[in-house]
Each structure stands twice: as structure tokens, then as C-alpha cells.
T-cell receptor, first 111, second 114 residues
Framework: QKEVEQDPGPLSVPEGAIVSLNCTYS??????FMWYRQYSRKGPELLMY????GNKEDGRFTAQVDKSSKYISLFIRDSQPSDSATYLC???????????FGKGTRLSVIA | SAVISQKPSRDICQRGTSLTIQCQVD?????MFWYRQQPGQSLTLIAT?????????ESGFVIDKFPISRPNLTFSTLTVSNMSPEDSSIYLC???????????FGEGSWLTVV
């Protein structure tokens, strides 16, 4: 079993839809959870960063962490064509440790 | 957040040659990480570079193929040696913030080996 599982999609939704992206993980030592957005031919851009279980909201984006189930989600409300990108979940242990990434989900928002 | 500059941003390389990628950060950082992203794939950690010590390589990556230098707290290089088409990837440099718990990436170096 991979440490981090993420459905690669692709996922195609109409403009204005609510998008739900999910990852599961197996390592209970992971304490920090991030979502990165990567546009074609660009490096990953940090979108959301969470530590504790629960929800964190930033504009149209909500990150949710359930440590008991080892499950994280990213919700995008009122999706826009500009949200079309690959979304990567990533997580790490405490301290100066590297990230472990999911495979990424390719999202297309159709106008 | 840290600002990370990578050079070159992209290159086309001949099989059998070597290329060195530079990573410059606008602030002093303890740890720098080098990742590879093969076409259509996610990011895979190559090695962790700590200033003043040898880099630590992940399983499947060796120093002879990917030598790394870390001469100071703001700079690192990754060399891809004796390149083959399988080395065609994006190579990304990343750093942690002062807490060690948030990681930022450069724009990446896109290498195509022909």
C-alpha cells in the first residue's frame, strides 16, 4: 500500500460546481497536510496548509483533515475555469522532514 | 514564504552528457530538498541536502548519478549525470520555512534528454 493514495482523475466539472478532492494515508506519523496546485509547465504552488483535524477555510477553498480516518479533503466552491490544474495532496512528519505526495488529481472546470 | 530561483528553467540535453541545476533561495534555510517529477507523475524525493554535510539519498537514487552540493545556507546544486531519455523530468528544489513544517517549491527545471 502506498503511503499516500490520491485518485488521479481526470475530473471534469461545469463552472460553478463544488469540487471535492480527496487523499488517504497510512502513516499515522504524518502531522502536516498540504494541498498544492500545479498548472501545466509550472512548479507546485502551496494552496492550503493544515495541522489539526477539522476544517480550514480560505476564500473558495476549504481543507478538511480527519486524522482518525487518515483522510484529507480539499473542497473548491464556485469553481472557475482558472481552477483547472493538477491538485496534489502532500503530507509530512514533524520537523525538517520531506513531503510525501499523492499522485495528483487533474481537474478541468468547463465554462 | 521563501522565494526560490532555479536555473536553467528548461534545457534539451544530449544523451550521455551531464547538467547541473542551480537553486538559489532568498533567505537562509537549513534543509533543501530535491524532487523529480517524471511526465504525468507526482513528485518523488531524490535527496535531502543539509549545509555542511553529505546529502541523504532516497532509495533508488545514488550520489554518482545525482551529485548534490550545498556550499551555504542559500544555495544548492543538483547534477544529473550521464543522462538518458529516462531522466527527462522536471527537477524541483524546495525548502522549509523556519518551523520546518511548510515546504515551498521553485518553478522547476524542465529537462528533455534526446
Amino acid at each position: 500500500q502506498k503511503e499516500v493514495e490520491q485518485d488521479p482523475g481526470p475530473l471534469s466539472v461545469p463552472e460553478g460546481a463544488i469540487v471535492s478532492l480527496n487523499c488517504t494515508y497510512s502513516n499515522s506519523a504524518f502531522q502536516y497536510f498540504m494541498w498544492y496546485r500545479q498548472y501545466s509547465r509550472k512548479g507546485p504552488e502551496l494552496l492550503m496548509y493544515t495541522y489539526s483535524s477539522g476544517n480550514k477555510e480560505d476564500g473558495r477553498f476549504t481543507a478538511q483533515v480527519d486524522k482518525s480516518s487518515k483522510y484529507i479533503s480539499l473542497f473548491i466552491r464556485d469553481s472557475q475555469p482558472s481552477d483547472s490544474a493538477t491538485y496534489l495532496c502532500a503530507m509530512k512528519r514533524q520537523g525538517n522532514t520531506p513531503l510525501v505526495f499523492g499522485k495528483g488529481t487533474r481537474l478541468s472546470v468547463i465554462a | 514564504s521563501a522565494v526560490i530561483s532555479q536555473k536553467p528553467s528548461r534545457d534539451i540535453c544530449q544523451r550521455g552528457t551531464s547538467l547541473t541545476i542551480q537553486c538559489q533561495v532568498d533567505s537562509q534555510v537549513t534543509m533543501m530538498f530535491w524532487y523529480r517529477q517524471q511526465p504525468g507523475q507526482s513528485l518523488t524525493l531524490i535527496a535531502t541536502a543539509n549545509q555542511g554535510s553529505e546529502a541523504t539519498y532516497e532509495s533508488g537514487f545514488v550520489i554518482d548519478k545525482f551529485p548534490i552540493s550545498r556550499p551555504n545556507l542559500t544555495f544548492s546544486t543538483l547534477t544529473v549525470s550521464n543522462m538518458s531519455p529516462e531522466d527527462s523530468s522536471i527537477y524541483l528544489c524546495s525548502v522549509t520555512d523556519s518551523s520546518g513544517n511548510t515546504i515551498y517549491f521553485g518553478e522547476g527545471s524542465w529537462l528533455t534528454v534526446v
